[in-house]
């Protein structure tokens, strides 16, 4: 990060055709019309973490961060796929959209779970070993297999011309972001100059818990005993809903460290540990319009001046 402190720590996240910025107690979202007006949504947090603050603590805030950072991300796709249509096009229904996210966490499990999973103990047979979950290596190809999916499923859908616009807004995001980090008037001259690659990015924090997912699963599954029920589909299904259970411990260490990364960019091991994540994000993150640095910005100063007013900062 640049050398000044900032206030508070900002989030955010690209949505259809605008994006959504968060900060400790507010939340905003900015969308780009077909008319080029731009809709503004304001409001309020309500994380767990205020009611029980013993989840703020290391470790444990981690995985309530991210289920937040889902339902939150979830509401603001919703609120941008209504606002970013014409007035005459057909509007999804909660429950369409319901469906939708259900079957897009259905196929997220499938491919990127089950199936990595499965492949991962045929692929002993390509050396003649048979590759269990007590094995190091059943691990280390489950991990690549998923990155490898990952961002070749990635790379397919950048071609698609709506989702290349919502990797452009996310360039957006990160500049009016890094704008903010730096201690700089929020506005298009000073966002454009920054880069696109943000160390606290959701791909880097995928990246990251892949490869500890690697370490946790080498040293966990050993020990957890009774793995083999009925055939190998059913066994597959137990062992995969175990490492869905586990991604909750590692959600918690992969937060913490790209937290650390974020605050030490550069420190060495810092950068080779986050050095993943940014590669990955020159395929989620593209450079951005003057428009698009605009709509992310708007999203921006809505957040800032409202947590200023909330909790202004210490001189």
Request: hydrophobic share 50%; glycine share 8%; with cysteine.
């Amino acid at each position: 990060m640049a050398g000044n402190q900032p206030p508070f720590p900002v989030g955010g996240q690209a949505v259809i055709e605008g994006v959504m910025m968060r900060a400790q107690d507010r939340l905003a979202i900015a969308v780009k019309r077909p008319d080029g007006s731009v809709v503004l949504k304001e409001d309020t947090l309500h994380t767990l973490a205020q009611r029980f603050p013993f989840l703020k603590w290391p470790f444990l805030r981690g995985p309530v961060i991210l289920l937040e950072a889902i339902v939150y991300g979830i509401k603001a796709l919703s609120f941008s796929a209504h606002a970013s249509l014409d007035e005459e096009e057909e509007q999804l229904s909660s429950w369409q959209m319901f469906l939708t996210i259900l079957f897009a966490f259905g196929m997220a499990i499938a491919f990127f779970g089950l199936l990595p999973h499965y492949l991962s103990g045929l692929a002993g047979w390509l050396w003649g070993a048979q590759l269990t979950v007590d094995n190091f290596s059943f691990h280390v190809v489950d991990g690549v297999l998923k990155i490898v999916f990952f961002l070749l499923y990635v790379w397919f859908i950048s071609f698609l011309k709506d989702i290349r616009r919502v990797f452009e807004y996310h360039g957006a995001e990160h500049k009016s972001i890094f704008t903010f980090e730096a201690g700089e008037a929020l506005t298009v001259e000073n966002a454009r100059k920054h880069q696109i690659w943000h160390p606290r990015c959701g791909t880097s924090f995928i990246l990251v818990v892949l490869l500890i997912s690697i370490v946790v699963f080498t040293v966990l599954f050993p020990l957890l005993p009774g793995l083999q029920v009925g055939g190998r589909f059913t066994t597959n299904l137990l062992q995969v809903g175990i490492k869905i259970l586990l991604m909750f411990p590692i959600a918690s260490i992969s937060y913490e460290v790209i937290r650390l990364g974020g605050r030490y960019t550069d420190h060495p091991l810092c950068k080779v540990v986050l050095w993943p994540g940014l590669m990955t994000q020159r395929l989620t993150a593209k450079e951005p319009s003057d428009e698009q640095l605009e709509v992310a910005l708007k999203a921006l100063r809505a957040v800032v001046g409202q947590e200023c007013k909330l909790s202004p900062p210490v001189l």
